[in-house]
Each structure stands twice: as C-alpha cells, then as structure tokens.
C-alpha cells in the first residue's frame, strides 16, 4: 500500500487507541516511595518514571544475584532481561527475591535473525514460537511486555514496505490469545530496520505509519516501545512522542548526534527539555530503560545520572 493510502487511512481511522493502555504499570501519582531491602520487593517511586537498563549493561564476573544488587544499591527502580537466555529460571527469581530488584519484561532476542516479515514461512513460524517464548518468559519474570521489532524492510521484491506490515501483523495476531491470557503486552520498537519511515527522508518525518501499524493490530496488548534516541536521525523525538501519545507504554533511553552518532546519553542532538515535555503532556508513565554501552559500577552510576537529568531535569 502506497505512502499517501496509508496517509489517507489514518485521516479515516482516527488514529483510535484502546483505552486503559497504560493501566497495568502507571503508577499513582504522588504515591511515597520506598527504598528497596533486599530480599522484599521494591515500590514504586514516587516520580512516574521509573529507571531500568538492559541486563547485558551490566559488566563484571559476577552472579546473576549480584548484578541484580548492584543496580538496586545503585537506585536502579528494574531491569529487562533478553529471552530467550542461558540463565535458569529458578537462577533469575533467586536474583529478583533477593535483590528486590523488578524485572519490568523481556526483549524477544530473536525478531532479527527469525523476523516476522521474512519471506520464509518456516522462518516465520519459528519467529511466532520465539515471541511466545518471550511472552511467557516476561510473565514468569513478573514482568509486564516484551519488546519486539516486527520485521525489516530488506529486499524490494521479497520484503518490502507492505509485505513487513501484513506478515508481521499476521503474526503477531496468532500470539494475541495469549497475551491477553497471561496480561503481557506486546510493544513495537522503532528501530533502524526501513518500516514506517524512509531512511532517506530527512530528519523530521512523522511516526503517523508508526501509529497507524498499531491501530491497525487493533489490540489493547499491542502498542508501542518508543526507543527516543533510535529516530533521531530521522525525526524530531518530541513530535513522536505526541503523535504516538497513549500507544507509548516504555521507552528506551539513548543519544544521537548528526556530528557524533551514537553518544553518550545527553550529548547528542535530542532536545531533551522538549521530550520531557512531550512525555508529560501525554501523561507517560511507566519504564525507561538505557540501551548504551555498560559497564561496572563507575559506569552504571554515570548512566543513571544522565538519565535523570534528561528525563527529569535533575542536574
């Protein structure tokens, strides 16, 4: 379907979203935080960001336990594990329980090499198994989504535009059911994959593709993971964050920079008093979760800091 079809069927669609999206992890505004013993759970902050990294950031030759203490005497609110993983399940709770740290959900580590979108059936079946996977990984975690990227426009003929939007879209229906049973949703990221933009059309393209794949779906578990760093080189964060609106259930935090590329977390090119804003004026709440380069202790405490003072204003 053309560019100005997809155009002319938001007008008519209205770019509707289910209500509630936001219901299974915003937390209450003004609600007391606690800081976190280990061996209990943490609460809720009372700031209606809560901050996360990826687990793979965290560096050193140490247990899967210590890791997870590490972020939390850190003040780290959560982690997102990968799934599939090496780890045990009975290893990752023992981590949880008694570091209090949360696991805010999972990221479906195969939707690149096993994508959605491919041409091959069989490789689109073993992507859908790859995603239940990952469903039932975040529920057995206690967490809430998994992140997936949906496909990748990568041949003209065989994978294009279209073809990634009805395959995936086919896909990802079939794992619905269970979504909806066990309460995780699945979330879109927008990554550098050529679906829903054109990564030869400048730097202010709007996310209203983006917005009408999820409607599209039409399913209250389906919305979206905006990663705020990944568009930047292609669109103004802040105008993603108001076109997308209620459909952003967690973001990932990174930097990029027309001279520098990808850098550290407040030294690119993202207006950053302008997404804060854009965040609050569509009443996000929820998880945010660096996506850079780890490292140790040193490392994490820097990450941490910059992400504060990017989403919060904190210096």
Known sequence: MSRMTRRAMIQASGMTVAAGMLGGFAPAIGQEAKPAEPGKPSELPARRIQLAVKYGMIQGDMPMVEKFKLLQSIGFDGVEM??????????????????????????????????????DSEERRQGIEGLITAIRDSKAYGGSSVLLVPGRVADPQNENQDQVWKRSIEAIKTVLPLAAELGIYVLIENVWNGFCYDPEGGDDQSADLLASYVDEIGSPWVANYLDLGNHRKFAKVESWVRTLGRRVVKVDVKDWGKETGWTKIGEGDIDWPAVRQALADVGYTGWATAEVAGGGRDRLVEIKSRMEKVLFGEQ
């Open 82 to 119: 990968d799934s599939p993983n090496n780890f045990s399940l009975e290893e990752v709770l023992a981590a949880r329980e008694a570091s209090g740290l949360r696991i805010h959900g999972v990221v479906d580590s195969v939707h690149w090499r096993l994508r959605l979108s491919s041409p």
